[in-house]
């Protein structure tokens, strides 16, 4: 579905108009150029608080990928990076105000603002884990400052041995995939598995599987990994057959004509990895629904038809999967959670009651799943431009749309370029992760 007031926005004419009459004018985001997707451009100016950790792991990043880097406000426009690891108390919190008031003038549109810094758990003064906590705050409210001209602002917090895993977030978030992320928190821990990988085919040899890929968003996905060099396979309730057929040999992949909530779904979908290469890097549980009733008039089969789809067979997988040794070594489990499970929505108790619960699993199977090398992380889509949202009365889609610090809502490639993060090897640092794709909604921010 178009977003008619954006694309008025960006024309000539509409440019004047909305600036005349002082209205607002979302910037038309920049994606990745599928011809040469993860290739990172432009100069970035780099601060670093004094003691900064990173600088040898942010130094590297930005010269293996030619970054220009400007130690002074640059005349061209282009990304700040900021180390603030160092700082360690309030006084100290002021280099961080001086760096942005120099260094915001020179933030392009659709720049990247991306502020490193320390998890508490890294840090034994008390001090210094408390002052770190502000970095929280502080991005929140910059996205809001910048957000008008399509510029993000996130922040990379380093664990205890997570300097080694630095280098594939501070790729991600300055590249055009990372367009809809914003004011949004990843954390880098010390690796699960190893990170070797080609940066721009990081899937190649991986077999991937991506539930609900026919259509939407669960498409995006089976696309960008594929892009990526994955053999997708994709699953779809067999009434999509077609859809799911034609997809899936448009990539190569295969095609997996399944109802998740089935009895023994669970398992035939492991034996059918087993079967066909007995490797599987990653599975996606894209796959699922809405039953939107106010919870008085809720019946029992919109209730519990829907914790089927969304969670119930997302469990049963994720316990076939883990129950063999195929994901180990590597592996990634990736939930599909929404803005819904973190701010409740009128209408929604039943999916907001699965997405949170996504959210519950990332939270208790990470430390099991890290054990064996394999990462679990979740995305939370905003408001994403699907046959999901098309539905949405008109004057609630534009609300939802409007309702974020970029002004327009996501794509579904905008998810799908997330959980591509996610899935690379390089990202084996990254685990129990839960990120809102949403553009910086204000809904439960
Ligand atoms: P969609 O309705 O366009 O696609 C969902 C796909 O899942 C469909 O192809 C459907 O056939 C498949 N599916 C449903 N039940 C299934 C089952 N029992 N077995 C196998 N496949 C099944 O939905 P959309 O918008 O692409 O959403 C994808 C995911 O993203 C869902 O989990 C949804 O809750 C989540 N999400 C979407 C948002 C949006 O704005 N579109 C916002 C937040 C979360």
């Given at each position: 579905m178009s977003d008619t007031y954006l694309e008025l926005a960006n024309s000539n004419l509409g440019k004047k108009l909305f600036s005349a009459m002082g209205l607002p004018e979302p910037v038309t985001l920049v994606r990745e150029d599928p011809k040469e997707p993860h290739k990172l451009s432009g100069q970035v100016l780099w601060g670093n608080s004094?003691?900064?950790?990173f600088e040898d792991a942010i130094g590297q990043c930005l010269k293996e990928n030619k970054l220009i880097v400007g130690g002074?406000?640059?005349g061209v426009k282009g990304h700040l990076i900021y180390?603030?690891?160092?700082?360690?108390s309030a006084e100290q919190s002021s280099q961080l105000h001086t760096f942005f008031q120099q260094s915001?003038?020179?933030?392009?549109?659709?720049g990247r603002v991306i502020v490193v810094g320390l998890k508490?758990?890294?840090?034994?003064d008390v001090e210094q884990g408390t002052v770190q906590r502000g970095l929280h705050g502080f991005i929140k409210s910059l996205a809001k400052e910048i957000g008008r001209n399509g510029a993000t602002a996130n922040l990379i917090l380093v664990d205890k041995g997570g300097e080694v895993s630095l280098q594939a977030p501070l790729r991600f978030l300055l590249s055009?995939?990372?367009?809809?992320?914003?004011a949004q928190i990843l954390t880098a821990a010390s690796?699960?598995?190893?990170?070797?990988?080609?940066?721009?085919?990081?899937?190649?040899g991986k077999t991937v599987v991506v539930t609900g890929?026919?259509?939407g968003i669960g498409l995006a996905i089976a696309k960008v990994l594929s892009r990526d060099g994955a053999m997708v396979i994709g699953v779809d309730v067999p009434q999509s057959e077609v859809d799911l057929i034609s997809v899936m040999s448009s990539l190569g992949g295969m095609a997996l004509p399944l109802d998740?909530?089935?009895?023994?779904a669970a398992v035939h979908l492991r034996d059918y990895c087993l079967t066909k290469g007995?490797?599987?890097?990653a599975i996606i549980h894209n796959a699922g629904i809405t039953r939107d009733k106010m919870l008085s008039r809720m019946s029992d089969h919109q209730w519990n038809m829907l914790m089927q789809v969304n969670l119930g067979s997302v469990q049963r997988i994720n316990s076939a999967l883990l129950?063999?040794?195929?994901?180990?070594?590597?592996g990634k489990i990736i939930g599909v959670a929404s803005i819904s499970g973190i701010a409740g929505n009128v209408g929604q108790t039943n999916y907001a009651f699965s997405k949170s619960a996504v959210i519950g699993m990332v939270e208790t199977l990470a430390d099991s799943c890290a054990a064996r090398g394999i990462t679990i992380n979740a995305v939370a889509p905003?408001?994403?431009?699907t046959q999901m949202t098309a539905a949405i009365p008109f004057l609630t889609r534009q609300m939802g749309r409007r309702l974020s610090s970029l002004g327009q809502g996501g794509l579904p490639i905008d998810v799908a370029e997330v959980i591509g993060f996610f899935v690379s090897?390089?990202?084996?640092?990254?685990?129990g992760n839960v990120v809102r794709v949403c553009g910086q909604s204000l809904l439960g921010a």
């Open positions: 004094h003691g900064a950790a002074t406000p640059m180390d603030a690891s160092g700082i360690a915001l003038k020179a933030l392009a549109p659709n508490s758990s890294a840090t034994n055009a995939g990372s367009a809809f992320l914003n690796p699960v598995a190893s990170m070797a990988a080609d940066w721009q085919r990081p899937l190649v890929a026919a259509r998740i909530t089935d009895h023994g007995g490797e599987l890097h129950d063999t040794d195929l994901l180990d070594n590597g905003g408001f994403i431009e090897p390089q990202a084996a640092g990254i685990n």
